[in-house]
């Protein structure tokens, strides 16, 4: 576009920011269909286009191998550097994308958990010569227990099966049936080839048979998960902001409450309970570097000012007084144990939820998932990989909603106090043996 082009007069639709992941076995092309979304998009930098060109040139290959653009921070992970998920950003001009790339072996299951965790929607790839695979269940489940609300399926690699429509009936039917088995209520079907571009972006000329969209209308169209339901306004308490500049007058008295909306939305005037004091006062003003805003919504980091002086400190949680969470100090959960060390049942672990910390301890594993035949077995122990319902007992209680209500409010991470890693990712079913809100 020259410099003295004008832009388009008409308004342009945002559809708002969609983040999803990409999950599946290794060598089913998951680093390629990225690629090959980008590129088909138009969404790669000239000179990033050019580096790949070189970089194929000098493998002898005859055309850009796409999957490159995700080798840079493959080989970054090799260097020890400590990012275990490949993040890509992209824009299309209607919305905005974030695309988590995780990694298909089964012992970096704990990355995809990582990964899924903020996921909207998951692709999970098959490779159309080897069908479901175990991975393919195994990944499935995982996007399934963290709450992703929309997976596709797609059937890749059409193109060395002969773009054969009975090879993508077969596996859309073996799926299918698992699916039914676990539960999951929204599942779309796409074969596609990413090396060849078909039923990415365009849809090309060797798939005459699928009528449906293509992969790129699949992910424009797809809500976003904020978008979809109301949800509960729930505000965990980072810092207590007091300005001390003596010089100024209007800061004197000055008392906001700063932190992140999880969910929900919040306006000026609405009456709030403080937790866990249960503590009640109004919101004054609602405030972002220093300019007032009539409301606060999901995801905005904001400060709140009450018209009431109350002792607020860090984690406690501000919510609505007509929408109080659980609290309590025993919590149900399904738990990814992600450490390479056991669980250890007689010891005690630091349990972080929101802002808020406590001291956590085993109190009773009901059951171990076995991933292959989803079959509940029992378990005195829990080692990399596993999956379980478990039951804590906390120090101090939390301000919790159900996993499947809300994201922000509904999991926590556990943590080894001797080596500060996070050890276990957990999802609240619930608590129990505490007072409830």
């Given at each position: 576009?020259?410099?003295?082009?004008?832009?388009?007069?008409?308004?342009?639709?945002?559809?708002?920011?969609?983040?999803?992941?990409?999950?599946?076995?290794?060598d089913?092309g998951?680093?390629?269909?990225?690629?090959?979304?980008?590129?088909?998009?138009?969404?790669?930098?000239?000179?990033?286009?050019?580096?790949?060109?070189?970089s194929?040139a000098?493998?002898?290959?005859?055309s850009?191998?796409?999957s490159?653009?995700?080798d840079?921070?493959?080989?970054?992970?090799?260097?020890?550097?400590?990012?275990?998920?490949?993040y890509?950003y992209?824009?299309t001009?209607?919305?905005?994308?974030i695309?988590?790339?995780?990694p298909?072996h089964?012992?970096?299951?704990?990355?995809?958990?990582t990964?899924?965790s903020?996921?909207d929607?998951?692709?999970i790839l098959?490779?159309?010569?080897?069908?479901?695979?175990?991975?393919?269940?195994?990944?499935s489940?995982?996007?399934?227990l963290?709450?992703?609300p929309?997976i596709?399926?797609a059937?890749?690699?059409?193109d060395l099966?002969?773009?054969?429509q009975?090879?993508?009936?077969?596996?859309?039917?073996e799926?299918?049936?698992?699916?039914?088995?676990?539960?999951?209520a929204?599942?779309?079907?796409?074969?596609?080839?990413?090396?060849?571009?078909?039923?990415i972006v365009?849809?090309?000329?060797?798939?005459?048979?699928?009528?449906?969209?293509?992969?790129?209308?699949?992910l424009?169209?797809?809500p976003?998960?904020?978008?979809?339901?109301?949800?509960k306004?729930?505000f965990?308490?980072?810092?207590?902001?007091r300005?001390q500049?003596?010089?100024?007058?209007e800061?004197?008295?000055y008392r906001?409450?700063m932190?992140r909306?999880?969910s929900g939305?919040?306006?000026?005037g609405?009456?709030?309970?403080?937790?866990p004091?249960?503590?009640e006062s109004?919101?004054?003003?609602?405030q972002v570097?220093?300019?007032s805003?009539?409301?606060?919504?999901?995801?905005?980091?904001?400060?709140i000012?009450?018209?009431?002086?109350?002792?607020?400190?860090?984690?406690d949680?501000?919510v609505r007084?007509?929408?109080?969470?659980?609290?309590?100090?025993?919590?149900?959960?399904?738990l990814?144990w992600?450490?390479?060390?056991?669980?250890?049942?007689?010891?005690?672990?630091l349990l972080?939820?929101t802002?808020?910390?406590?001291?956590?301890?085993l109190?009773?594993?009901a059951?171990?998932?076995?991933?292959?035949?989803?079959?509940?077995?029992p378990?005195?122990?829990?080692v990399?990989?596993d999956?379980a319902?478990?039951?804590f007992r906390?120090?101090?209680?939390i301000?919790a909603?159900p996993?499947?209500?809300?994201?922000?409010?509904?999991?926590?991470i556990?943590i080894?106090?001797?080596?500060?890693?996070?050890?276990?990712?957990g999802m609240i079913l619930g608590?129990t043996?505490?007072?409830?809100?």
């Amino acid at each position: 576009m020259s410099a003295i082009e004008k832009l388009p007069a008409e308004d342009i639709p945002d559809n708002g920011l969609l983040r999803f992941l990409t999950c599946g076995s290794v060598d089913d092309g998951k680093s390629t269909l990225i690629g090959r979304l980008l590129y088909d998009s138009k969404t790669i930098l000239a000179d990033t286009l050019h580096a790949i060109q070189r970089s194929s040139a000098r493998r002898g290959l005859d055309s850009v191998d796409l999957s490159l653009l995700t080798d840079g921070l493959q080989a970054e992970r090799e260097q020890g550097i400590t990012i275990d998920v490949a993040y890509r950003y992209f824009t299309t001009g209607t919305r905005k994308y974030i695309i988590a790339d995780a990694p298909g072996h089964e012992q970096y299951t704990r990355n995809m958990v990582t990964a899924a965790s903020t996921a909207d929607l998951a692709i999970i790839l098959i490779d159309a010569r080897k069908g479901v695979l175990t991975q393919t269940r195994r990944h499935s489940y995982v996007a399934h227990l963290l709450g992703i609300p929309h997976i596709v399926v797609a059937v890749n690699k059409m193109d060395l099966v002969d773009y054969a429509q009975e090879t993508f009936d077969r596996i859309r039917d073996e799926y299918l049936e698992f699916a039914s088995r676990l539960g999951i209520a929204d599942v779309r079907f796409i074969p596609l080839s990413a090396l060849h571009g078909d039923m990415i972006v365009e849809r090309g000329e060797r798939l005459r048979w699928y009528d449906g969209p293509t992969l790129f209308e699949m992910l424009e169209a797809a809500p976003a998960i904020h978008s979809e339901h109301v949800e509960k306004f729930r505000f965990p308490v980072q810092y207590v902001c007091r300005p001390q500049d003596s010089a100024n007058p209007e800061l004197h008295d000055y008392r906001g409450f700063m932190g992140r909306v999880e969910s929900g939305e919040l306006h000026i005037g609405d009456r709030v309970t403080i937790l866990p004091s249960r503590l009640e006062s109004r919101v004054r003003d609602i405030q972002v570097l220093g300019e007032s805003l009539p409301r606060a919504v999901a995801e905005q980091s904001v400060s709140i000012l009450l018209d009431d002086e109350i002792d607020i400190s860090r984690g406690d949680m501000i919510v609505r007084s007509d929408e109080l969470p659980l609290v309590g100090r025993n919590i149900d959960a399904m738990l990814c144990w992600l450490s390479e060390s056991p669980l250890e049942p007689r010891r005690k672990y630091l349990l972080r939820h929101t802002t808020r910390d406590s001291k956590a301890m085993l109190a009773a594993i009901a059951f171990r998932v076995d991933i292959n035949s989803m079959q509940q077995q029992p378990a005195e122990r829990l080692v990399m990989n596993d999956i379980a319902r478990v039951s804590f007992r906390l120090a101090q209680p939390i301000f919790a909603d159900p996993y499947a209500e809300s994201r922000g409010t509904g999991a926590f991470i556990i943590i080894d106090e001797s080596t500060n890693n996070t050890v276990a990712a957990g999802m609240i079913l619930g608590t129990t043996g505490g007072d409830s809100g």
